[in-house]
Structures are given as structure tokens and as C-alpha cells.
């Protein structure tokens, strides 16, 4: 099991510009989330869906959009990118039930210059 | 709306020694509390997890510890070794909530 997967690592974009990323599992897990983290900050919540179609927004959700078409996949798109957004973004999925623990890729650094 | 406090951004501490970081959150509600580790690079890996009507809980040489009259879990990492240096981070749920995560604390172990 590669347990979840994020593409790219890295990236660099210019303000403006639109990207995709990406966040694969093979758990099977309903739960999948958008985590960013900043140095000071921790780690806050994008958006989360509960399961195929549903989507819901976290705590600092402007600037992204997201969709969730099967159990797999959750992208997390950047419209028009600010270096406001220069983090690093990780995907996080959870069993359904249970004690909510998280189970996070390995995260993708993307710089907005 | 839930807030988590890791008092300390950063904790040294002598090889061998025992290692406690806090965590305060300022809700009560029927809850747990989890802790994660993270490495440079790497994304949070799961720890421990404690239930509101848990007093303690240990997992080798890690105790987590949970007061809800304080709201304050308390974690420990016995006997420490330079390869226990990491940030720790801790997070709240009430039931089926998202987590809310705390800044975490960096920890380094010295030789």
C-alpha cells in the first residue's frame, strides 16, 4: 500500500498562475483533508470532504477549491496563485468512525514569487 | 471555536532525560486529544491518541497524560535519545470534528 501519495514535492509559481495538487490513497479511507503549514502557524485546515461529492470548507479556505469525484482522489486547485499561499500543503485521510486519526502524505512545498 | 496551545516552540533536553510537553486547549466538550510527530520534511506520523475519560496512556516509552479539570494533556518521552529529536504536534477533535492542531514543539535531544 503507498498509502498516500502528493504530487508534485515542489513546485514554483508566479502570481497569477494556476496549478493542481494532487493527493491520491489507496486505504479506501472516506475522509480526506488540506492541511497548510507555516513556520509560527501550525497546521490549518483548508478543506476537508467526507466522501465522494461532498466537500466542505476548513478554516482558511479562500484562494482554493476542491472536488471530490471518487474515494481516491482530492485535488486541491490554486486558481490565481499569491505568495500569500507559499506553504507546504499536506493531505491527510482518515478510516471512517474511529478515533479520527490522521493519516498525512508527505506534503507538497509550493513557492508563489 | 477550539483553540490548542503548545506552550513551548522549543525544548532541549539531556539525553537520558525525561522529556514532558504540554498542551492546553481552551473548549471543554466530550473529546480526545492526539499526539503526532514530525520530522524535517516529512509529514505528521500518529503517535498516541487519549479519550476524555482517560487518565494516562502509554505506548513504550512515551505517556500522554490527560486532565479535563485543567483542559491539559501532558506528553512524556522517558529515557530520551538524540533520535527522538523531531517536532511534536498536538490536536483536538470532538467526535467526528476536524482535528485542530496546536504550533507544535521542537524538540532537540542532547548527547
Known amino acids: 500500500n503507498a498509502g498516500v501519495t502528493q504530487t508534485p514535492k515542489f513546485q514554483v509559481l508566479k502570481t497569477g498562475q494556476s496549478m493542481t495538487l494532487q493527493c491520491a490513497q489507496d486505504m479506501n479511507h472516506e475522509y480526506m483533508s488540506w492541511y497548510r503549514q507555516d513556520p509560527g502557524m501550525g497546521l490549518r485546515l483548508i478543506h476537508y470532504?467526507?466522501?465522494?461529492?461532498?466537500?466542505d470548507q476548513g478554516e482558511v479556505p479562500n484562494g482554493y477549491n476542491v472536488s471530490r469525484s471518487t474515494t481516491e482522489d482530492f485535488p486541491l486547485r490554486l486558481l490565481s496563485a499569491a505568495p500569500s499561499q507559499t506553504s507546504v500543503y499536506f493531505c491527510?485521510?482518515?478510516?471512517?468512525?474511529?478515533?479520527?486519526?490522521?493519516?498525512f502524505g508527505a506534503g507538497s512545498r509550493l513557492t508563489v514569487l | 471555536s477550539q483553540k490548542i496551545e503548545q506552550n513551548s516552540e522549543a525544548l532541549n533536553i539531556q539525553e537520558g532525560k525525561t522529556a514532558t510537553l504540554t498542551c492546553n486547549y481552551t473548549?471543554?466538550?466530550?473529546?480526545?486529544l492526539q499526539w503526532y510527530r514530525q520530522d524535517p520534511g516529512r509529514g505528521p506520523v500518529f503517535l498516541l491518541l487519549?479519550?476524555?475519560?482517560?487518565k494516562e496512556k502509554r505506548k513504550e516509552r512515551l505517556k500522554v497524560t490527560f486532565d479535563t479539570t485543567l483542559k491539559q494533556s501532558l506528553f512524556h518521552i522517558t529515557a530520551s535519545q538524540p533520535a527522538d529529536s523531531a517536532t511534536y504536534l498536538c490536536a483536538h477533535s470532538t467526535g467526528n470534528t476536524p482535528l485542530v492542531f496546536g504550533k507544535g514543539t521542537r524538540l532537540s535531544v542532547i548527547a
Open positions: 491527510a485521510t482518515r478510516e471512517s468512525g474511529g478515533a479520527n486519526v490522521l493519516t
Open positions: 487519549i479519550r476524555e475519560n482517560e
Open positions: 473548549n471543554y466538550s466530550p473529546a480526545y
Open positions: 470532504s467526507v466522501g465522494a461529492g461532498i466537500t
